[in-house]
T-cell receptor, first 114, second 112 residues
């Protein structure tokens, strides 16, 4: 079974709709992240969470919100989706206590906003 | 603003060739540099580098960091078609912040 899972894997929605992307992990890591990937732009950090009580904005947080419901779950919401939020979204986890900055990525959610 | 620049952005070579992918960075409070391979969807981890001049090696892949000149290279020898992928370079900064700053990636295509 995958250590980091994302649901849904694909989603098509319309402008103005509220969308939630979910991420779950079984790695037992405290830190979780949301990135988006656009063609030719690499991955960019949206939000990150050190633990359930500590959530921080990343490089491109405008238009997004997050919720860390438990150590294993980190959700990303688009309150009112717009077409330029069409992208591939990745969740990731890490545990710096292991002596590494390695982040482990989920399979991604492809979101299309019409 | 932290910046990571990869070159070339795309590269086509023949099977058996050796390739060198480049990553330069300008960040405050550098902590580590990571290389990932992205084939279909999720990036998969290759190397993490923190110290200058120490080569990390895994099979035909190797990487080295130069903290004075602010760059890293990823070498792939005896390339195979399975090496075709986008290779991502990312930097982690220290201090209270977290998250990785990624370059745009190098799209490597290995032709049979």
């Amino acid at each position: 079974d995958a250590d980091v899972t994302q649901t849904p894997r694909n989603r098509i929605t319309k402008t103005g709709k509220r969308i939630m992307l979910e991420c779950s992990q079984t790695k037992g890591h405290d830190r979780m992240y949301w990135y988006r990937q656009d063609p030719g732009l690499g991955l960019r950090l949206i939000y990150y969470s050190f633990d359930v009580k500590d959530i921080n904005k990343g490089e491109i947080s405008d238009g997004y919100s997050v919720s860390r419901q438990a150590q294993a779950k980190f959700s990303l919401s688009l309150e009112s989706a717009i077409p330029n939020q069409t992208a591939l979204y990745f969740c990731a986890t890490s545990d710096p206590g292991l002596g590494t900055d390695t982040q482990y990525f989920g399979p991604g959610t492809r979101l299309t906003v019409l | 603003e932290d910046k990571v620049v990869q070159s070339p952005l795309s590269l086509v070579v023949h099977e058996g060739d050796t390739v060198t992918l480049n990553c330069s960075y300008e960040v405050t409070n550098f902590r580590s540099l990571l290389w990932y391979k992205q084939e279909k969807k999720a990036p998969t981890f290759l190397f993490m580098l923190t110290s200058s001049g120490i080569e990390k090696k895994s099979g035909r892949l190797s990487s080295i960091l130069d903290k004075k000149e602010l760059f890293s290279i990823l070498n792939i020898t005896a390339t195979q078609t399975g090496d075709s992928a986008v290779y991502l370079c990312a930097v982690r900064v220290g201090g209270g912040a977290d998250g990785l700053t990624f370059g745009k990636g190098t799209h490597l295509i290995i032709q049979p």
